[in-house]
């Protein structure tokens, strides 16, 4: 406790030697540790000496800051001048480390200093790098930094690299594995492809663009009659034929790999099927042919009997018609468990959308 000069045993806070001390209100005993001062609105804390203390303290585990001048406990985002840092302390006045969500934006704080971090930052036990922008903030979708352009996942903030398809541009651009867009030619899986040197867009080569061109007017016609999506067929027919490469295209215009129906005639051809999550190379009867058209008409009728969960009445989007492909009347349209994907890619690497929204 503490007596005036009169004698007098002192109560609440008091002024001594130039230290602020706090004695309790009924037994006048000298406080320590965390006290609020209620008339003042205010967390401070004292040492075991009863000494109002300021500035940053490390206390039971954790690191706190005190107000200078006050010693009020402070919250929130905080700069520490004398570390050229900015922290965060929670509404215990605790400092703060890792990711934290705050007023609905994600930050990372050093997991030993507890500094704020910004720009790019690899989060390990989730696998991605994501970029925090000056004031500390988590960015997502596309991001020009340091000259370069990003892409950020919309939900994860997981820095993209690959192909991607950027829908309000209408655009399929690639990011390299630093993130950074790429332009001009090249190599992706041993294919050669051309980015637009200005908007890094996708462009087609000559021999692709001719096969597309070769067969829109006839799947658009087949896709109005059938009730069908123009880009889903021509998507297929890309992916099943190599472009019109293959040998089976080739040799007997089957565009789709459909096997031999038991009229007409048919080639024999080797190709892939997967059992059980393996591949095998098989030997099998496909359909023969006279021309693409006769093709994606057959095409457009084995979906609209087999397949109707793929026409336009029964998906809402091509995408969705696409994963319905392996819901047929009679099983699934092919054994790949990734042909969906690969499909919804083709669409989306070319454009072929563009033909559903013309003809319809």
């Known amino acids: 406790v503490y007596y005036n000069n009169n004698g007098q045993m002192q109560y609440g806070q008091q002024h001594l030697n130039g230290n602020w001390y706090l004695f309790n209100g009924v037994t006048g005993a000298r406080q320590t540790g965390f006290q609020y001062i209620g008339d003042q609105h205010k967390t401070v804390y004292y040492n075991n000496n ?74 390990g036990d989730q696998h991605k790098t994501v970029y925090y922008n000056n004031n500390g903030q988590m960015q997502y979708g596309q991001q020009h930094l340091n000259g370069c352009w990003y892409l950020f996942d919309n939900v994860t903030g997981a820095m993209k690299t690959g192909l991607y398809y950027i829908d309000y541009q209408h655009k399929v651009v690639y990011y390299a594995g630093n993130g950074q867009m790429q332009y ?42 059938y009730n069908l999506y123009p880009s889903l067929m021509m998507a297929q027919a890309a992916l099943e034929s190599g472009y019109g490469d293959s040998t089976l295209t080739k040799n007997a215009h089957n565009l789709f790999g459909v096997k031999y129906s038991g009229q007409g005639s048919y080639v024999t051809m080797p190709t892939i099927e997967y059992y059980n999550g393996h591949k095998y190379s098989v030997a099998a009867k496909f359909q023969a042919y006279s021309s693409y058209y006769d093709s994606l008409e057959r095409y457009a009728q084995l979906i609209a009997n087999s397949f109707y969960n793929s026409n336009r009445t029964h998906s809402a989007n091509v995408a969705t018609a696409a994963k319905n492909l392996y819901h047929g009347k009679y099983g699934s349209y092919a054994t790949d468990p990734q042909y969906a994907d690969k499909i919804i890619n083709m669409i989306n690497l070319y454009g072929l959308l563009a033909y559903d929204n013309s003809e319809f």
């Open 50 to 123: 009863g000494q109002m203390q300021y500035g940053q303290q490390h206390l039971n585990g954790n690191w706190y800051l005190f107000n200078g001048v006050t010693g009020a406990r402070q919250t929130g985002f905080q700069y520490i001048g004398d570390q050229h840092k900015t922290v965060y302390y929670n509404n215990n006045g605790q400092m703060q480390y890792g990711q934290q969500h705050l007023n609905g934006n994600w930050y990372l704080f050093n997991g030993v200093t507890g500094a704020r971090q910004t720009g790019f930052q690899y989060i």
């Open 184 to 225: 001009g030619l090249r190599s992706i899986n041993g294919t050669e492809l051309y980015f637009n040197h200005t908007t890094g867009a996708l462009e087609m080569n000559t021999n692709i663009a001719n096969f597309f061109n070769s067969i829109a007017t006839a799947a658009q016609q087949a896709s109005r009659r």
